[in-house]
């Protein structure tokens, strides 16, 4: 009885299985006809689906590039203490750095306690400062950034660039006494030449 109920079950299943499969194809050869009847319209039709995903795609990344800009205006720039640190607009901080001769760079997390330090002695000695230099906040893409120059996250790390190419480097946390020596740290910081040549005497 078990296996009359069994063989029934899977006659069934084998049943419905086929029922599914002949219903699929089905639609499928209905979708053929139909694009080979209207051979045109479903061209013009695939051709118009192709124009409309790409526009939203270029849509939602231009948006959100606008806002990711935006809020790092707002939220980032407007605190500098002075016009001394030049940021990044967002998403050209890379080709910057690629295409400017010379070019000193911070690297930092906003609001965290090393970078708030650097900039209040930044405001507190800007007449000090040699040069201006560029900010390049790590905020979004920051595993990116932080293997593509070889920056810890947690550190506020100078750098500065010939030719697209690191030249010299120092973090805020290296700095003795950075209340006195951070500011000539920092106004160094492209006289790598100059240091190297010291070096070799």
């Known amino acids: 009885m078990t296996s009359v109920k069994a063989g029934g079950k899977g006659f069934m299943m084998s049943r419905l299985v086929r029922k599914i499969k002949y219903s ?3 639609l499928w050869y209905g979708f053929a006809d ?3 009847t209207n051979k045109k319209k479903s061209i013009l039709g695939v051709f118009f689906a ?3 995903v790409i526009a939203l795609t270029f849509l939602t990344l231009t948006v959100n590039s606008k806002i990711r800009a935006a809020q790092m205006e707002n939220l980032i720039y407007e605190d500098l203490p002075t016009k001394k640190i030049v940021p990044f607009s967002y998403g050209e901080g890379d080709k910057m750095i690629n295409e400017k001769k010379a070019v000193s760079v911070m690297f930092a997390k906003p609001n965290q306690t090393e970078t708030k330090k650097a ?4 405001k507190q000695k800007e007449d000090e400062l040699n040069r201006k230099f560029y ?3 790590l905020v979004y893409q920051t595993p990116e950034i932080k293997n593509t ?3 810890a996250s947690d550190e506020v790390t100078f750098v500065f660039f010939q030719n697209g190419e690191e030249k010299n480097r120092f973090t805020l946390s290296s700095v003795k006494d950075p209340k006195e020596n951070f500011i000539p740290e920092l106004n160094r910081l492209p006289m790598w030449n100059i240091e190297v040549e010291e070096n070799k005497k």
Do not use: S
């Open 149 to 151: 120059y070889n920056i």
């Open 34 to 36: 139909t694009i080979n």
């Open 135 to 137: 900010y390049y906040p």
């Open 50 to 52: 192709l124009l409309l």
């Open 24 to 26: 699929l194809q089905a």
């Open 119 to 122: 900039l209040q002695i930044i």
